[in-house]
């Protein structure tokens, strides 16, 4: 059950996105950054942990697990660093993926060439 929760919540905020695109004039960008916002609101409220309790790893995969992360680290540095933590913990979580995301890019950019 919990593969179908997964692919159904992921779906939902796929199907989402494509709506918001389709329906507005939003750029791709747009939407995302309003996703990025909507997961780190939801995880302030502690609401983001409860949908992956039940969803599982499907709710890893959108986007709104990028602000997740970032507002989850941030918090929990808060907790223990003060106002400073929030900045350091805002990357922890999330350097890795970050970090991933250059290094392939530049690897793909040296083999590969854009068309005209």
Sequence with gaps: MI?????LFAGFVSMLGQWILDNTKLTPGHITSIFVVVGSFLDT?????QIIAH??????VPITSFGHSLIHGALEKA???GVMG???????????????AIVFTFIFALFFRPKN
């Design 55 to 60: 969803v599982g790893a499907g709710a890893l």
């Design 45 to 49: 409220f502690s609401i983001y942990d």
């Design 3 to 7: 593969y179908l929760n997964s692919f």
């Design 86 to 100: 929030l900045l350091m913990g805002m990357f922890d979580l999330t350097a890795s993926g970050i970090t991933a």
């Design 79 to 81: 907790s223990e660093m």
